[in-house]
Each structure stands twice: as C-alpha cells, then as structure tokens.
C-alpha cells in the first residue's frame, strides 16, 4: 500500500498531522487498528530506530518521530479497547527508573485495555517503591515493566529483588518487556515471562490469569 510507505516517511520525519490523516484514511478503507499500528506505525519506527542507532538522526528528530506516532496511536486506542471484553485481571504497568522511553509501554497498555484488562500506567522513571506502592494500592494482580536501555534493565531486578524481600513477590505474575531484552534475561532476573510484543504481553497475561 502507497499510503503505508508515505506514512513510514512521514513518521521519519515527524509529521504528527499527516500520520493523524493517513491513521484515518486507512481506517476508512476497513484496515483493523492493530494492522496500522504494527505495519505502518511500529514499522515505521523501527527505520527510525536504525538511522538512530547509525547517526543519522539525533534526539531532536527521533522525539518529534516519537510525537507523530503518539498522534496515530492516540486514534488507535479507543478503537482497540472498545472490545466490550469482561475484565480479566488488573495490571500495573511502567517504564523503569532512568529511562524515559514510553511508547512500547503505551502500546502494551492500550492492547492489554483493549483485551480486557484494566491497566494501571505509573508512567516512566518508575522507582521500585512506586511499583510496589501501587500493586498494593490498586489490588493488581500483574505487574508489567518496561525498559528499552540496556544501563536500565537491570533496574528490573531491583524491584523484583526488593519484591522478594517484602515477601509479596508471588503475589503477582511478573512481566517484562522492551527491546534490549531476551528471554533469557526474564528468567535469570526472576520474571515469571518475557514478552517479545504486546500481542505477547496479552496472550502471556491471558494465559497466566486463566
Ligand atoms: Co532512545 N534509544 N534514547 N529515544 N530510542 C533506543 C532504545 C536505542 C536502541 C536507539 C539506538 O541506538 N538504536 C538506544 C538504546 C541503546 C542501548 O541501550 N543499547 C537509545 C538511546 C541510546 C537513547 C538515549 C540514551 C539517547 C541520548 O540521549 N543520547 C536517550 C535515553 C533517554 C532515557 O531514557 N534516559 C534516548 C531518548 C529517546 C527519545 C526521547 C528521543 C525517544 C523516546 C520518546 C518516547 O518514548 N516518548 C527515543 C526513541 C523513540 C527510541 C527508539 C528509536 C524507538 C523506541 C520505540 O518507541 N519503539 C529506540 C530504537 C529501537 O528501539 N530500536 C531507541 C517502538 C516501540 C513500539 O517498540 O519500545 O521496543 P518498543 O516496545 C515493544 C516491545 O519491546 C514490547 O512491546 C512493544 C510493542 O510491541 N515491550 C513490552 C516494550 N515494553 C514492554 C513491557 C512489557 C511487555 C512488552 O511489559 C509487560
């Protein structure tokens, strides 16, 4: 599809305005929101992920990327949560101490709701203690963390060590995600699963809950 590669350039260069265009169009043409965020959206940045990783584009323009994603997303949601699926647990989810990343964890969100689980959002540069503090407060039954550096995945082990110590530790299924990971690094971090996407973060979590 034309417009998918015009959105894919749009991305890249961080037009928030023709993504939110280009988001509506599709969907008029009878496309399934998950399609457009995984082939035009995810897919999009992914090149800016590599052009990043080369030099080619710095922070400046990787965050205006980040904004026009945002935009597209920002359509997506309602239309993924309008599932009218019964609630099948509730999750509290965040991104780690020092890292700012969020749109993994967005996503993971929004198709966690969309799937019928009720979400918690704590946000980034989430503290063990802000986690902790919220497992308790909002009667969750997972605990979600996202980390996309590897300086701050580590932190992961922290809260879960720090979850171990309080004794509260199997009280909550435990998943984690973000690119850096692998599923070795869940396990040797004491996670009950990694999950490689946010399809997988929903079916691990439907699989954990039933
Ligand atoms: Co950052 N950045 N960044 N960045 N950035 C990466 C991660 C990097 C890989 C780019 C690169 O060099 N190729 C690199 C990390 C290298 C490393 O650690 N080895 C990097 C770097 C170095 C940095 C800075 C240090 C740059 C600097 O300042 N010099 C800095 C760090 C800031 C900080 O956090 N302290 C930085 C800053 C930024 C921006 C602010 C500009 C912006 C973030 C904007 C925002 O999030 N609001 C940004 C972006 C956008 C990226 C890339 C390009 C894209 C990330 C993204 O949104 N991907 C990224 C390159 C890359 O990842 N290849 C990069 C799309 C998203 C849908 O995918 O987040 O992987 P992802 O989430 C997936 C799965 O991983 C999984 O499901 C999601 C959906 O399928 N998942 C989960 C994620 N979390 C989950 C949690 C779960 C389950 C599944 O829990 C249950």
């Known amino acids: 599809e ?8 749009d ?20 496309w399934e929101p998950y399609q457009i965020l995984t082939e035009a959206l995810v897919a999009g940045m992914t090149i800016v ?32 949560a309008e599932t009218g699926a019964p609630t099948i647990g509730r999750m509290v989810v965040g991104t780690v101490k020092g890292d700012i990343h969020d749109i993994g ?3 993971v969100s929004m198709m966690m709701e969309g799937a019928g689980f009720e979400v918690v959002d ?16 909002e009667n969750a039954d997972i605990l979600g963390m996202s980390a996309l550096l590897t300086t701050t995945m580590p932190y992961m082990k922290v809260v879960i060590d ?27 971090i ?17 699989a954990f809950m039933a």
């Open 11 to 30: 991305l890249y260069d961080g037009l928030a305005e023709e993504i939110e265009e280009a988001t509506n169009i599709l969907l008029e043409r009878g």
């Open 190 to 206: 004491g996670a009950d699963a990694y999950c490689r996407d946010a399809a997988v973060a929903v079916e691990t979590a439907k």
């Open 162 to 188: 720090e979850m171990v110590a309080k004794g509260m530790r199997d009280d909550y299924i435990i998943l984690v995600g973000g690119a850096p990971l692998n599923e070795e690094f869940g396990k040797a």
């Open 105 to 107: 964890k967005n996503l």
């Open 49 to 80: 992920g590599h052009d990043f990783r080369d030099g080619i584009l710095f922070v400046p323009e990787v965050l205006l990327a980040a904004n026009a994603m945002k935009a597209g997303m920002s359509i997506l949601k309602p239309l993924l």
């Open 122 to 137: 704590l946000g980034i540069n989430c503290e063990a203690e802000k986690y902790l503090n919220a497992l308790e407060a």
């Open 2 to 9: 034309e417009l998918v590669a015009q959105m894919m350039d």
